[in-house]
């Protein structure tokens, strides 16, 4: 599965996108099996077709984007729960940003 990050700055996008009424929350603060204060949240975005991934701990905050992988249904439908490969993409993201980040996300 091919994936592609954005260039710009995703949190500053995730942060315009949750002012607006076109997202999906699939996940909110959802928090670490082993580090409970670490949330893990996943967002789609309605206009981009892309999946926002914000890993937080309240006192650092790491945010990146990737481009879903489906064309159909479109995002605006899947407000039922994220598709598997939605899934995949997402959590392979999540997996990614916590390897980068982990030092700095388990400090407390």
């Known amino acids: 599965m091919k994936t592609t990050h954005t260039p710009d700055n995703p949190e500053a996008r995730l942060e315009a996108l949750l002012k607006t009424k076109e997202f999906i929350p699939f996940h909110v603060d ?11 949240s996943i967002y789609g975005a309605i206009k981009t077709n892309e999946l926002f991934v914000k890993i937080t701990n309240d006192r650092v ?8 992988p489906l ?18 993409a997402a ?3 999540a997996n990614q940003l916590w390897e980068k980040h982990k030092a700095d996300l388990i400090k407390r």
């Open 61 to 68: 905050t790491f945010v990146e984007a990737v481009s879903s």
């Open 91 to 93: 959590f392979s993201l």
């Open 30 to 40: 959802l928090p670490d099996k082993e580090y409970d204060y670490v949330k893990l």
């Open 71 to 88: 064309i159909a249904p479109a995002m605006a439908e899947r407000i039922w729960g994220m598709d598997a490969e939605d899934g995949d």
